[in-house]
Structures are given as structure tokens and as C-alpha cells.
T-cell receptor
Framework: IAGITQAPTSQILAAGRRMTLRCTQD?????MYWYRQDLGLGLRLIHY???????GKGEVPDGYSVSRANTDDFPLTLASAVPSQTSVYFC???????????FGPGTRLTVL | GQNIDQPTEMTATEGAIVQINCTYQ??????LFWYQQHAGEAPTFLSY????GLEEKGRFSSFLSRSKGYSYLLLKELQMKDSASYLC??????????FGAGTTVTVRA
């Protein structure tokens, strides 16, 4: 593994289903982030974690939850997916919240 | 909250110069980032400004004026591979990034 990986690459999901998007980094970065990217709206922060064991809400947290049990992994869970959660999801990390963020390749999620 | 504005689209000719402007209004400010994003790919870091002035890095330069809430990204000697979306992002009091919607730059031969 080099950098940040996300899984799955893409997913089609029925509304009401539960889904977890996975994110793993091997750079030992303290801070990790989840964004969604929608046409015309740019990247919007969903949740973040400044260090293992802590999480915080971003701009659009409703309908999403995260956990940070260790430094490397930062999964994003949709408890009950809705069509408005159709988007491209990017995970990112940085060695400090003050520094540049490195982005994963993204997960394209479609909720029908 | 944050308000980040940048133009939606710009077109330029190969070898030319293009300047992408970004204005921001933030609750606190801890720096301005520029990212490049090719279609279907992840954003990649280009530059970071926290003090007023120009930062030059090869063909790309970025400028910041904190008093005016204004930044620009300057792309010189444009190449076809520079066709991409360019994202302006402001860091707030808590060091969280707010992104603009992005400027799609198309380079024509």
C-alpha cells in the first residue's frame, strides 16, 4: 500500500441499505477527512478526525457516521442510504491539520 | 461559515498564461490552498499561501492578499496536460478546509 486507498471504487446501492466506505492510509498521518464532491458544489467536509480516538462533524454530517479506532483506518458509514447521498466520496489525510491534505482515489456511490 | 468564489470555466491556448482568481470570506483564516484535479481523479496539492505575496513553483505561482480576501493561481506556458479543474480552499480557525466549486481550465492547441 502506498498513500491512501479507498474501497470500493464504485457501488450501486438500494435506498435504505447500510453501507460502509473504507479508507486506509500508510503514511502515519494523524488527521483524516471525508469529503463528498457534487457537480457545481465542490468538495464538502462530512466528518474529520484530528487523531486516533477523536472525530468531529464537518459541513454536511447528517446521515453519516465515522470511527477512528487506529491511526490508519477511517471508515465512513451510511446507516440508511438515501438518493441524495449519491456522490463521489473522497478520503484525505494530513500529518497535521495545518498541512496539505493527500486524497484517496475516491468512491463513486449511487443510491437508487 | 465560509464563502469561496472562483470562476466556473476558463479557456486558453497552449503556451499562454491563465490567471484563476479566488475570493474568500471565512470565520478566521489560516491559509489558502490550491489543488489540481483531473477528470475522474483525486485532487492533488499545488500550493499553500499563509502570508501576503507571491509564491512561485515552476510554471505555477500563487498569490495571496489577506486584507482583500483574495488569491490567484497563475499558470504559465500552458500545456495540454494542464487541462483540469483547479480548486481554491481556505483554512479556517480550526484548520478545516472550505473548497470553492472549482475552475475548469481547458487548454486548446
Amino acid at each position: 500500500i502506498a498513500g491512501i486507498t479507498q474501497a470500493p471504487t464504485s457501488q450501486i446501492l438500494a435506498a435504505g441499505r447500510r453501507m460502509t466506505l473504507r479508507c486506509t492510509q500508510d503514511m502515519r498521518h494523524n488527521a483524516m477527512y471525508w469529503y463528498r464532491q457534487d457537480l457545481g458544489l465542490g468538495l464538502r467536509l462530512i466528518h474529520y478526525s484530528n487523531t486516533a480516538g477523536t472525530t468531529g462533524k464537518g459541513e454536511v454530517p447528517d446521515g453519516y457516521s465515522v470511527s477512528r479506532a487506529n491511526t490508519d483506518d477511517f471508515p465512513l458509514t451510511l446507516a440508511s442510504a438515501v438518493p441524495s447521498q449519491t456522490s463521489v466520496y473522497f478520503c484525505a489525510s494530513s500529518d497535521s491539520e495545518r498541512n496539505e491534505q493527500f486524497f484517496g482515489p475516491g468512491t463513486r456511490l449511487t443510491v437508487l | 461559515g465560509q464563502n469561496i468564489d472562483q470562476p466556473t470555466e476558463m479557456t486558453a491556448t497552449e503556451g499562454a498564461i491563465v490567471q484563476i482568481n479566488c475570493t474568500y470570506q471565512t470565520s478566521g483564516f489560516n491559509g489558502l490552498f490550491w489543488y489540481q484535479q483531473h477528470a475522474g481523479e483525486a485532487p492533488t496539492f499545488l500550493s499553500y499561501n499563509v502570508l501576503d505575496g507571491l509564491e512561485e513553483k515552476g510554471r505555477f505561482s500563487s498569490f495571496l492578499s489577506r486584507s482583500k480576501g483574495y488569491s490567484y493561481l497563475l499558470l504559465k506556458e500552458l500545456q495540454m496536460k494542464d487541462s483540469a479543474s483547479y480548486l481554491c480552499a481556505a483554512s479556517d480557525n480550526d484548520y478545516k478546509l472550505s473548497f470553492g466549486a472549482g475552475t475548469t481550465v481547458t487548454v486548446r492547441a
